[in-house]
């Protein structure tokens, strides 16, 4: 089996990659990476050390260099991770995540149609389903629960998704999408909540807390989103989506405040400062399908995958402190720099 794994350079695409050298032995892996701001091959370091393994640097969105490869590698299944991933990125810069999301899928999926393919993955995000009321705990996303997006990033996922599915349609392509919750752990990139709340944290620095902090995302932990896509793209029906989360809702107020206790460090660091425009209020997902048709439950609650996490900070601090060395300073100041305390 040869599976290409586009984005295996980032966060959830470098843990996939490692999941699956471990779960599959006799497996085969090209990971196609356009080594963006969010992309790293020091994480892919033990990765390249196996022969299972290649990796080529590359944009999605090439169409020649995409055709180039499957035709070379006729590939059995393609999982395709490779996307602009943060909110307040797209908020700042919506175009590059319409290039990437929406035509980059676009051009994989034609590349599969051109050369054939047993499986191709789509990992979308439950941010297409918008978000819910906080009033009102007793609903989840399902996977019939209406696209209905709230940033640029969310709306461009939603249309690859809606793409993928219009590719089954239309062309028979043979497809299957997963719509998992936020993921944590390690090589998260200190953009996003968790890793970027360690970081200022062990480094003495405000922790910004958008708005009152209440927004409540629903935290899974990325081992568990790895093992659900290695099931859906072995067991999984075509056509079909898949919800994946596993109930652990937590406030974002509630994650800084159990980062700090776990680190020892004073809430006195927590700044709150200007909320996120139209920022998403509550995500939780329904996971009966994946549980009732594919066998798939979570192994690590939050309260412990939480541990692992900034365990893995406290010793990996070379992999973020070179990150946060770099360009990554100007995208601070730029997009904190300017946000009020209240
Ligand atoms: P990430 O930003 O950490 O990594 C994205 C990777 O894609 C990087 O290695 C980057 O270099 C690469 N990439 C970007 N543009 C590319 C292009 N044009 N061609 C080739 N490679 C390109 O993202 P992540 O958090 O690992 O998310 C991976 C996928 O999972 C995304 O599709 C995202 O929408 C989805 N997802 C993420 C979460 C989450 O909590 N992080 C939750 C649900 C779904
Ligand atoms: P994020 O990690 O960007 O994921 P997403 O927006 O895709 O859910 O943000 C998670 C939550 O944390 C979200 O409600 C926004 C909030 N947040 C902050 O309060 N401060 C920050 O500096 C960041 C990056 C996020």
Not at 179 to 191: A, I, K, L, M
Not at 192 to 197: A, G, R, S, T
């Amino acid at each position: 089996m040869k599976i290409l794994i586009t984005g295996g350079a980032g966060f959830i695409g470098s843990n996939f990659v490692y999941y699956m050298l471990k779960k599959h032995p006799d497996y085969d892996l090209v990971c196609l990476d356009a080594l963006t701001y969010a992309g790293n091959l020091k994480t892919l370091d033990e990765a390249l050390k196996n022969e299972r393994f290649t990796f080529v640097k590359g944009d999605i969105a090439d169409r020649e260099l995409v055709f180039e490869l499957f035709a070379k590698e006729q590939f059995d299944i393609v999982v395709n991770f490779a996307a602009e991933s943060h909110v307040d990125r797209s908020i700042e810069d919506p175009g590059i995540f319409l290039k990437t999301n929406i035509l980059g899928t676009q051009t994989l999926m034609d590349a599969c149609r051109k050369y054939g393919i047993k499986r191709y993955h789509q990992v979308s995000t439950d941010e297409v389903y918008g978000d819910l009321p906080l009033d009102r705990p007793d609903l989840f996303f399902t996977e019939e629960t209406p696209i209905h997006t709230s940033s640029p990033y969310s709306a461009s996922k939603a249309s690859a998704d809606l793409l993928v599915q219009a590719y089954h349609r239309t062309f028979g392509l043979p497809i299957t999408i997963s719509r998992c919750s936020n993921n944590y752990g390690p090589y998260h990139f200190p953009e996003k909540l968790i890793p970027l709340m360690i970081a200022n944290a062990l480094n003495d620095k405000p922790l910004p807390v958008y708005g009152e902090g209440l927004n409540v995302r629903d935290w899974l932990y990325v081992e568990d989103h790895c093992k659900a896509i290695d099931m859906i793209i072995h067991d999984g029906k075509v056509g079909e989506v898949y919800n994946i989360g596993g109930h652990n809702e937590k406030t974002n107020i509630y994650i800084v405040k159990k980062i700090l206790e776990l680190l020892g460090k004073s809430e006195d660091l927590i700044t709150f400062v200007t909320d996120r425009k139209g920022h998403d209020l509550r995500y939780a997902i329904d996971p009966t399908k994946i549980k009732n048709d594919l066998g798939w439950e979570p192994d690590t609650m939050f309260d412990d995958g939480i541990v692992k996490t900034v365990n893995w900070y406290l010793e990996n601090r070379e992999w973020w402190e070179t990150i946060l060395r770099g360009e990554y300073q100007n995208y601070y100041e730029k997009m904190y720099g300017k946000r009020d305390i209240i």
